[in-house]
């Protein structure tokens, strides 16, 4: 499985945005990059995911490098319920398999 | 969006003694699962994918006879620890996909156990 690396913590204040970078060099040309979140005490769920397009839903935007190296996780406005370990993941297409590494915990202060 | 649910939610058991954790997904039908482990302050680690109607596949390193996976239906997936000791206490999660085009995992909420 291709790796990912993500620094440790971020810290930011409420309502500002908020951008989780993620390095994925050893990336292939199929991997899709996912990103998931773990609020204490619970379940991951599901943020974004994309190929080679930035993406973006209702809750974040994800702006994926040129070669495709490295990505970033954008939350525009950040809240207190937005405190959480968040995970970039590479899966290849229809491979379910997620392998979790150690994640970027968000601290976001009022 | 898709739900999946975990029963206990928190559990306490004896060294010794086996425990069985379910998962089930509410609204669709997941002809794969996963289970997870994670340790305090640690990430998940992949234990074992579960696929119905045949035998799990386990990660490297975990025992296949001691966490051992049935996946009996499309909607429930159970591990069961088997004598249980108290390094196995650890907060269990499963996960699951719905069947057709969609890339996102659903997670359960996910089940404390503590081994005493």
């Known amino acids: 499985d291709a790796k990912t690396t993500q620094p440790n913590s971020m810290e930011s204040n409420e309502e500002e945005p908020v951008h989780l970078p993620c390095n994925h060099s050893?990336?292939?040309?199929?991997?899709?990059i996912h990103w998931y979140r773990q609020l204490p005490s619970q379940g991951p769920e599901y943020v974004i995911h994309?190929?080679?397009s930035n993406v973006n839903n209702r809750m974040a935007s994800l702006a994926i490098a040129e070669d495709r190296k490295s990505s970033t996780l954008i939350l525009h406005r950040a809240t207190l319920r937005d405190a959480a370990v968040y995970y970039c993941?590479?899966?290849?297409?229809?491979?379910?398999?997620?392998?979790f590494g150690t994640g970027t915990r968000l601290l976001v202060s009022p | 969006g898709a739900v999946v649910s975990q029963h206990p939610s928190w559990v306490i058991c004896k060294s010794g003694t086996s425990v069985k954790i379910e998962c089930r997904s509410l609204?669709?039908?997941?002809?794969?699962m996963f289970w997870y482990r994670q340790f305090p302050k640690q990430s998940l680690m992949l234990m074992a994918t579960?696929?119905?109607?045949?035998?799990?596949?386990?990660e490297q390193g975990v025992e296949k006879d001691k966490f051992l996976i049935n996946h009996a239906s499309l909607t429930l997936s159970t591990l069961t620890v088997t004598s249980a000791h108290p390094e196995d206490s650890s907060f269990y999660i499963c996960s699951a996909t719905p069947p057709t085009g969609s890339y996102e995992q659903y997670f359960g909420p996910g089940t404390r156990l503590t081994v005493t």
């Open positions: 050893t990336i292939s040309g199929t991997d899709y």
């Open positions: 994309g190929l080679t």
């Open positions: 579960s696929n119905e109607g045949s035998k799990a596949t386990y």
């Open positions: 993941i590479l899966s290849l297409p229809g491979f379910q398999k997620l392998v």
């Open positions: 609204d669709f039908q997941a002809t794969t």
